[in-house]
C-alpha cells in the first residue's frame, strides 16, 4: 500500500505540473488529486520537494534498469532522456522553479552511478585505484550532465538519439583511455 500512494501522489504532482506552475501547488492540491488525507501525505514525505526527488529516482530506477556497462551505457543514457522527456511538462516546471538545484544534484547522482559502473568495470584487471575510478567518473559526470542541463535549458528539443549518438562519437574510448592512463 505505502509504495502505491507514492505512485498515486507521483502521478496527481504530474498531472498538477501540466496545468500549474510548481509554486502554485500546495500539499492540499496534492491530497485532493490523490483522493488522500494530509496526514497520509506526511507520513510518506516531509515536503513537496522530498515527493520530487521520490519521483525523480523511481523513474530512473526504471529507465536504467541495468543499463550501466561500457557495451549498454549509451542505452542507459538515452533511456535517461527518453523517460525525461516523457514526463517533459514535470522536467520543465520543476527545473525552472525554486528546486533548480534539486535537479542538478538529483543528475549529477544519476550520472555519476552509471559513469562510475562503467569505469569500474574497464578497470578490472588494471591497477587502478578506486579513487582514480571516482575522479574518472566525476570528469565525464560534468560533461554529461552539462549536456543534459542544456537539453533543458533550450527547452528538450533535440531528439534524444541526435545527442547519444554526438556523445558517443565524442568520447568514443576515452573513457577507457583515462582508465588505461591511470593504471599504475
Same mark, same amino acid.
Given at each position: !500500500?505505502?509504495? =502505491? ?12 505540473? &501540466? ?15 490523490? /483522493?488522500?488525507?494530509?496526514?497520509? *501525505?506526511?507520513?510518506?514525505? $516531509? ?9 525523480? $529516482?523511481?523513474?530512473? $530506477? ?7 556497462? %561500457? ?5 542507459? !543514457?538515452?533511456?535517461? *532522456? ?14 525552472? &522553479?525554486? &528546486?533548480?538545484? $534539486? #535537479?542538478?544534484?538529483?543528475? %549529477?547522482?544519476?550520472? %555519476?552511478?552509471?559513469?562510475? @559502473? ?10 587502478? =585505484?578506486? +579513487? +582514480? ?10 560533461? *554529461?550532465?552539462?549536456?543534459?542541463? @542544456?537539453?533543458?535549458?533550450? /527547452? !528538450?528539443?533535440?531528439?534524444?538519439? +541526435?545527442? #547519444?549518438?554526438?556523445? =558517443?562519437? !565524442?568520447?568514443?574510448? &576515452?573513457?577507457?583511455? =583515462? ?6
Amino acid at each position: !500500500m505505502s509504495q =502505491s500512494t507514492k505512485i498515486v501522489l507521483e502521478q496527481s504532482l504530474k498531472e498538477l505540473l &501540466s496545468v500549474k506552475p510548481l509554486n502554485k501547488i500546495t500539499i492540499g492540491d496534492l491530497t485532493e488529486a490523490a /483522493g488522500i488525507s494530509r496526514m497520509t *501525505f506526511y507520513y510518506h514525505f $516531509q515536503d513537496i520537494y522530498e515527493l520530487i526527488e521520490w519521483t525523480c $529516482q523511481h523513474g530512473t $530506477q526504471k529507465a536504467l534498469k541495468g543499463k550501466k556497462t %561500457y557495451d549498454t551505457w549509451q542505452e542507459g !543514457m538515452l533511456n535517461i *532522456f527518453n523517460a525525461m522527456l516523457a514526463n517533459r511538462a514535470f522536467v520543465m516546471n520543476v527545473y525552472n &522553479s525554486i &528546486s533548480r538545484e $534539486q #535537479i542538478e544534484k538529483y543528475l %549529477y547522482t544519476l550520472v %555519476y552511478t552509471l559513469l562510475y @559502473d562503467v569505469v569500474n568495470e574497464l578497470a578490472q584487471g588494471r591497477n587502478v =585505484s578506486t +579513487d +582514480d575510478q571516482e575522479k574518472i567518473a566525476q570528469f565525464y559526470k560534468y560533461a *554529461f550532465v552539462g549536456i543534459i542541463i @542544456d537539453w533543458i535549458k533550450s /527547452g !528538450m528539443k533535440q531528439k534524444p538519439e +541526435d545527442i #547519444i549518438n554526438h556523445l =558517443s562519437v !565524442m568520447i568514443h574510448g &576515452s573513457i577507457e583511455r =583515462s582508465v588505461i592512463n591511470f593504471a599504475k
